[in-house]
């Protein structure tokens, strides 16, 4: 997850604007965190794969606790799954790319057939 442009650091402040609409999918991570850091490639290419549809940030924990506080982060990594501002889903710990994109896959198709993705 380090040196990624592609998918934006976010803070305190940013936070609630960038998950105000649409789906946004967030990892919260530390850098310094091993499984944090495997996991940032298969983000990175969930971020490719679903871009067109999903917003991607990543929120480093110790940067703001106040924002791993609000959402009961205490394990990382941890994944939520937003839309137009409200949690659809939360996983914790690692997965493989094939099981995350899944989530997702399964959050977009059911918008589309309640006529909103």
Known sequence: MTNNDKIPELTNGEFEK???EGFTFISFHAEWHM???????????LSEEFGDKIKFGKVEVEDNSELAEK????????????????ILEQVVGSLTQEELGNILREYINQGKQNGQA
């Open 71 to 86: 959402f009961g982060v205490n394990t990382i990594p941890s994944f939520m799954l937003f839309r137009d501002g409200i």
């Open 35 to 45: 499984p944090s850091v495997m996991m940032g490639p298969i983000i990175e290419d």
């Open 18 to 20: 960038f998950t105000k």
